[in-house]
Structure formats: structure tokens, C-alpha cells
């Protein structure tokens, strides 16, 4: 059976009590760092110094998306940082496959995103250099969206893709991932799922982490 993870998204948590929020989603198995520059998304949550002070008080390692420009220039030093994946967005991107390479050769797991609209047909003969893609299940930049379904496809073909070329790259799921939504992605081949609303908003966030993993599991 496909190893499944779920890594709970701190967009959704306290920002001003983040170390006790990230007791609350101990029993996970990464936790997900969402970092905006306000140009790439509408949106700015936190950089580089605050992802360092997570990651000495986190019992969880760091899983980190990047939702900024010019990530060949910025992205690096998330992976010195010492998180254990860093992913960037194709669209931001200007050279991935030597970005791909200095993340892993700095330690990090390298992954890479695609908006709901960027196919992931140019890039399948550079699957090879990514350890996880992320397949972004809702336009990035805001919590609490709902899943769309169009996404599906995509997942099937970058599935289909990396079994045909027996990559170990792992597919990860982002945006409006419930205990309804999650099967979907799930049956579609995504084995790493990333889940604000559904788990911070929850009174027992582990419980949530439980609850998403069984409704994942039914069909893997
Ligand atoms: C959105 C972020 C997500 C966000 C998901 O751009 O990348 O990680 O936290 O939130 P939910 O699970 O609420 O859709
Ligand atoms: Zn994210």
C-alpha cells in the first residue's frame, strides 16, 4: 500500500502563537510552510526569518511552498535553512532544472508547484530532477478555498507519467482538501496532502489529521 502523508498548512493557524500551534498538529508527518511575497499572490504572510525560527522549535520538519518571484534567487536559502522540502512554482521560475539541482545539492528535498492552469505536460522530462510536485488544487494565495475538481486530470497524467517512468517522486495535493475532497485527489493518484481550514479550524486539530488520513486511505 501507497504511503500516504499529510502535512497540516500554517496559513490557517495562530500566527502569534505558533510554536503551540505546532504541538497541536504534532502527529503529522510534516508541517507546511506557505511563504508569499505579494507579487506572486495576492497575498504576504512570512519569509525567511520566521521559516529558521519554526524550524528550530518544530517537532514536524519543514515543508516549504513558495509563492514568490524570482525563485531562482530566493529559493536556495529556504533549503540551507535546513527544511526538509522546498517547493517553488514553475511560473516563477526561470531556469527549474538548475534550481531543482541547487536545492537538492543544498539537502533539501526539490519540489515544484503548477498553478490550476499550468499544465504539467512541458515539464514531464524533468519530473526526473524533482523529488515531489505539487499540484495546486486551488488558485495559490488564500486559506479556505474550494477544491477544484478540474485539477483531477492533471493528477491522473503526472501519475500516469511518473509510473511509466518509475520515478520516485511522491505528488502532493494543495488547496480545499477535506475528508470529502481528499478521496478524489487520493483515487486521481496524489499521496501527500496539504490541509489548512480542515485541520486548524478544527477544535481537535489531531483528530482532523486522523480523520483526513482514513478518508485518503479508502481508496489507496
Ligand atoms: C494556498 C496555500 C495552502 C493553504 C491551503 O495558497 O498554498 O497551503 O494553506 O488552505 P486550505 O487547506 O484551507 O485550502
Ligand atoms: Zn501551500
Not at 522549535?57 to 531562482?72: K, N
Amino acid at each position: 500500500m501507497t504511503h500516504l502523508r499529510l502535512n497540516p498548512s500554517i496559513l490557517s493557524a495562530d500566527f502569534v502563537n505558533l510554536e503551540a500551534e505546532l504541538q497541536r498538529i504534532a502527529s503529522a508527518d510534516a508541517v507546511h510552510v506557505d511563504v508569499m511575497d505579494n507579487h506572486f499572490v495576492p497575498n504576504l504572510t512570512l519569509g525567511l526569518p520566521i521559516v529558521r525560527r519554526i524550524q528550530q522549535v518544530s517537532p514536524l520538519p519543514l515543508d516549504v511552498h513558495l509563492m514568490i518571484e524570482d525563485a531562482d534567487r530566493w529559493a536556495p536559502a529556504y533549503a540551507e535553512s535546513g527544511a526538509a522540502s522546498v517547493t517553488f512554482h514553475a511560473e516563477a521560475a526561470a531556469a527549474p532544472v538548475r534550481l531543482a539541482r541547487e536545492l537538492r545539492d543544498a539537502g533539501a528535498k526539490a519540489g515544484m508547484a503548477l498553478r490550476p492552469a499550468t499544465p504539467v505536460e512541458p515539464y514531464l522530462d524533468m519530473l526526473g530532477e524533482l523529488d515531489l510536485l505539487l499540484v495546486m488544487t486551488v488558485e495559490p494565495g488564500f486559506g479556505g478555498q474550494s477544491f477544484l475538481d478540474l485539477t483531477l486530470p492533471k493528477i491522473r497524467r503526472a501519475a500516469e507519467a511518473v509510473r511509466g517512468a518509475d520515478l520516485p517522486l511522491v505528488i502532493q495535493v494543495d488547496g480545499g482538501i477535506t475528508e470529502e475532497t481528499i478521496l478524489r485527489a487520493a483515487d486521481a493518484g496524489a499521496t501527500v496532502f496539504v490541509a489548512g481550514s480542515s485541520v486548524y479550524g478544527a477544535d481537535d486539530a489531531a483528530a482532523a489529521i486522523t480523520a483526513l488520513r482514513a478518508a485518503a486511505a479508502r481508496t489507496a
